[in-house]
């Protein structure tokens, strides 16, 4: 089963995103896109595995450009992170008809255990929350983020991010 995630700005909150989810990505291929445009033509392309999606929308006007395309993904169990938690946004994103929402200012745990459980993951995530907060492990996993990404993580649209 695949994981694709929706990133169109902002590289420190997709970094924060995958780094959040990496536990999941040992059992699934990610697949990241970054624009509407290579949204578009993935979901013209047999779907495959595909199992849940991310969209992690930056700003209002990316959260409009989405809903241009809603179409093509209303049947695949969606994710929502939403730029703020104003009511206009709130209730715009609601369109999209996400199974879970939260905020681009978490820290993505919450994100984390929800797809877990989409994924039926349940079970192993019990073993994530005893694990002790290791700050060297943590620094060095960001340090090598840009450096190495693994095998089972596609990006598409090679724009990279500010």
Do not use: C
């Amino acid at each position: 089963m695949g994981i694709l995630i929706y990133s169109n700005n902002g590289k420190e909150r997709e970094e924060r995103l995958v780094r959040a989810i990496h536990s999941l990505t040992r059992w699934h291929s990610l697949e990241i896109i970054r624009s509407v445009d290579e949204l578009t033509k993935r979901f013209r392309q047999p779907r495959g595995d595909l199992a849940v999606m991310v969209l992690l929308a930056g700003s209002s006007k990316d959260l409009a450009d989405l809903h241009q395309v809603k179409d093509l993904f209303f049947d695949i169990p969606m994710i929502l992170i939403l730029p703020d938690g104003k009511r206009e946004t709130v209730r715009y994103g609601f369109k999209l008809i996400p199974r879970f929402v939260s905020y681009e200012d978490s820290d993505f745990e919450d994100v984390k255990y929800v797809m877990a459980k989409m994924l039926g993951h349940s079970e192993t995530m019990h073993m994530d929350k005893t694990e002790k907060p290791n700050s060297d492990r943590d620094k060095t996993e960001k340090a090598n983020f840009d450096q190495k990404v693994p095998q089972n993580i596609f990006i598409i649209g090679g724009r990279e991010h500010d």
